[in-house]
């Protein structure tokens, strides 16, 4: 039985891993997107591979060009919470330090969250790292 469990498993993870789009494990949705996203439960996360400080920044900066209001921060040593407004949608956008240089970003808009809105913050975001905006 547990044989059988561990290998149905093992398929799942595969089947989610090569095609690249959401499943739905009890009352949690999984996911994995290309070029390191992550999504799972309305919530997009990636890493980027610079520091907290920075990430924070252009974190902050990205919402600010997308004309996003009703921006409230509250960070602390390594981890922040940024909440944001946009239309009748809350944006929640976590930063946490995980180790030197390496700074994971979760972003949800909306309720149920909506992968769409929160990958373009995260290439706006990503788009600041790099000098380009």
Do not use: P
């Given at each position: ?67 996003i209001q009703s921006i409230t921060e509250d960070k602390k040593i390594s981890k922040g919470t940024v ?23 979760g972003i949800r808009v909306g309720v149920s969250g909506s992968a769409f809105s929160s990958q373009i ?13």
């Open positions: 039985m547990f044989k059988n469990m561990l290998a149905g498993s093992i398929i799942a993870v595969s089947i989610i891993i090569s095609v690249g789009c959401a499943i739905q494990v009890g009352d949690s949705v999984m996911g994995v997107k290309s070029e390191g996203f992550f999504y799972t439960d309305g919530i997009l996360r990636t890493n980027y591979h610079t520091d907290f400080e920075r990430v924070w920044d252009a974190s902050i900066k990205a919402l600010k060009q997308l004309n909440t944001a407004m946009t239309y009748d949608e809350e944006i929640r956008l976590t930063v946490e330090y995980l180790e030197r240089n390496i700074t994971q970003v913050i995260h290439d706006k975001i990503k788009n600041i790292l790099l000098g380009k905006e």
